[in-house]
């Protein structure tokens, strides 16, 4: 059977990050993991105050992982070739350097994203939970949001650890900041609130919840993270396109 | 031999589909406001109703569904069906103390001269209260004792039993291929 150039391409492309027990570990225990859900649930008394915390990055494990696996696969796979030159067996490949960052992007950034999608989706329509489907939205956003200021971070600096490094402190700091932030906005009640709202939209989702009032700024976070994401996803593709090995 | 992709997801649906969340939770809930909550499918819920004030009588409407299912008077120990339940005060009674001012003289005689007092004096009485106010909440326990994992058990089940299925007969097609080759 003749396979197409392109598609061989992402095959070695695919087959670099995902070798044999990677997706066999992952996406199991992403879809076991999906049981804290139904513990959250249960725990806030059948609320959707339990659903948003369990759908909060690093309480929800099945998020973090597929936050982790991105995280991987950008620095020590991508990253990785670019500081040691070995890329230049990819861009020698008869595929145009667009095409090859839309396929490392993909398999370095997308596809965890639709594991976790996926596995995520399968639990709650097997467990019959009504998770509201924006908090799906939210996660979407932010996950695209953070793996491109990882991108962005590694296309730029040359070395893995300070990458590593940097990329943490910038997502810690904004989402901790943000948090406090958006606390203290909801505390005063601030015009300068919606800001917040771009760096950690979990407080005012949990404030939502617990109050039962509508948070009607959130829309500015999710908007402002979507064009923010898509800058920095043009950006890096430019820097991708004219780096020099 | 290499497990396969198919088989790790099926095995973990099955996991998922046999096991429940089997520690009970407690938790109370203070009522003055009619309080709904709604039960999944999922869950196996007790509930019991206790009044706050051993004085108070106090009768408690559950509504199921929308429907006014009973008024009951508290305690009271229900098992909560999946639905959703409103619990609201339907009527309390208890006794209050009351205090009225009454006029009273006080007539004295000494040497042949007669003295009248006249002065307030307070009196308590008691009177038993009967109100649909909320004036005394009272407490909801609601105990959680066994939470399924899926719904849709048998689709599940169904769904892992498949995937090893498949992923058998495609490891059996692998292994045919490769000793072909050889």
């Known amino acids: 059977m003749m396979r197409s150039r392109s598609f061989q391409i992402f095959r070695v492309i695919f087959k670099e990050r995902y070798r044999q027990p990677t997706l066999e570990l992952v996406i199991p225990t992403m879809l076991v993991s999906n049981i804290f859900i139904t513990a959250f649930y249960a725990r806030g008394l059948f609320n959707t105050y339990g659903l948003v915390l369990a759908f909060i990055p690093l309480i929800s494990v099945s998020e973090t992982l597929a936050f982790a696996l991105a995280l991987r696969n950008i620095i020590f796979v991508t990253g990785d070739h670019i500081?040691?030159?070995?890329?230049?067996?990819?861009?020698?490949?008869?595929?145009?350097?667009?095409?090859?960052f839309?396929?490392?992007?993909?398999?370095?950034?997308?596809?965890?994203?639709?594991?976790?999608?996926?596995?995520?989706?399968?639990?709650?329509?097997?467990?019959?939970?009504?998770?509201?489907?924006?908090?799906?939205?939210v996660y979407t956003v932010g996950y695209f949001f953070t793996e491109n200021i990882i991108l962005l971070t590694a296309l730029s600096f040359k070395s893995g650890g300070i990458v590593t490094l940097l990329s943490g402190t910038i997502l810690g700091i904004l989402f901790i900041f943000g948090g406090i932030a958006g606390y203290y906005g909801i505390m005063?009640?601030?015009?300068?609130?919606?800001?917040?709202?771009?760096?950690?939209?979990?407080?005012?989702?949990?404030?939502?919840?617990?109050?039962?009032?509508?948070?009607?700024?959130?829309?500015?976070?999710?908007?402002?993270?979507?064009?923010?994401?898509l800058i920095l996803f043009f950006v890096s593709l430019q820097k991708f396109r004219i780096m020099e090995v | 031999m290499k497990f396969g992709l198919l088989t790790t997801i099926g095995l973990s649906l099955l996991v998922l589909s046999l096991l429940s969340i089997n520690s009970p939770i407690h938790s109370y809930v203070s009522i003055s406001n009619p309080y709904s909550i709604k039960i999944p499918n999922i869950a196996y819920v007790n509930a019991r109703l206790l009044e706050n004030n051993s004085n108070v009588t106090v009768y408690a409407k559950l509504v199921h569904n929308g429907n006014v299912e009973n008024i009951v008077k508290l305690p009271y120990y229900l098992e909560l069906t999946p639905g959703i339940w409103e619990f609201s005060i339907y009527n309390e009674t208890f006794p209050i103390t009351l205090t009225k001012v009454?006029?009273?003289?006080?007539?004295?005689?000494?040497?042949?001269?007669?003295?009248?007092?006249?002065?307030?004096?307070?009196?308590?009485?008691?009177?038993?209260?009967?109100?649909?106010?909320?004036?005394?909440?009272?407490?909801?326990?609601?105990?959680?004792?066994?939470v399924n994992i899926l719904q849709y058990k048998t689709i599940a089940e169904i769904l892992g039993v498949l995937l090893l299925f498949i992923d058998i007969i495609l490891l059996a097609f692998r292994f045919i291929r490769d000793n072909h080759k050889l």
Do not use: H
């Not at chain 1, 760096?199 to 959130?218: D, G, H, M, R």
């Open chain 1, 83 to 100: 500081y040691r030159g070995s890329i230049i067996s990819f861009i020698m490949m008869p595929i145009k350097r667009i095409s090859l």
């Open chain 1, 102 to 137: 839309f396929f490392t992007y993909f398999c370095d950034i997308v596809l965890p994203y639709l594991f976790w999608l996926f596995t995520t989706e399968l639990y709650i329509l097997l467990s019959g939970i009504p998770v509201p489907q924006y908090l799906i939205l």
């Open chain 1, 188 to 229: 005063t009640n601030s015009p300068l609130t919606p800001i917040a709202t771009i760096s950690n939209p979990y407080v005012f989702l949990i404030y939502e919840a617990i109050s039962q009032k509508q948070v009607t700024y959130l829309n500015v976070g999710i908007y402002s993270e979507v064009i923010i994401s």
């Open chain 2, 102 to 146: 009454i006029n009273a003289t006080v007539v004295n005689k000494s040497n042949g001269i007669v003295y009248v007092y006249e002065y307030q004096k307070i009196e308590k009485y008691q009177e038993i209260v009967t109100t649909k106010n909320a004036t005394y909440p009272i407490a909801l326990e609601v105990t959680i004792y066994k």
